[in-house]
Nanobody, 115 residues
Framework: QVRPVESGGGLVQAGGSLRLTCVAS????????MAWYRQAPGKQRELLAA???????NYADSVKGRFTISRDNAKNTVYLQMNSLKPEDTAVYYC?????????WGQGTQVTVSS
């Protein structure tokens, strides 16, 4: 069983930056995909960025150029560097790890961007 745990959320002013971290424990195989999602109140959960074991990335248009996903395979850790934050980035941010086709979600971390 894979267990992702997120950290790094908080309150930041518009234009500021935050770095989220997700550490995955459990049965992590060498090939997996790690991704960040977010869910704002009253909205659906949306995919922000994903990264494979070999470093291939993809981003949602809403965060492209502002957010950067990276990972440390030795530590089973994925990061999300968020720059130029906007009030509309306020949401609960979730980490998802997919191992042999089975997804596992973290509990989420709150990010609040004040104007």
């Amino acid at each position: 069983q894979v267990r992702p745990v997120e950290s790094g959320g908080g309150l930041v002013q518009a234009g500021g930056s935050l770095r989220l971290t997700c550490v995955a424990s459990g049965r992590i195989f060498s090939s997996n995909t790690m991704a960040w999602y977010r869910q704002a109140p009253g909205k659906q959960r949306e995919l922000l960025a994903a990264i494979t074991t070999d470093g291939t990335t993809n981003y949602a248009d809403s965060v492209k150029g502002r957010f950067t996903i990276s990972r440390d395979n030795a530590k089973n850790t994925v990061y999300l560097q968020m720059n130029s934050l906007k009030p509309e980035d306020t949401a609960v941010y979730y980490c998802r790890v997919v191992v042999v086709g089975v997804p596992a979600w973290g509990q989420g971390t709150q990010v609040t961007v004040s104007s």
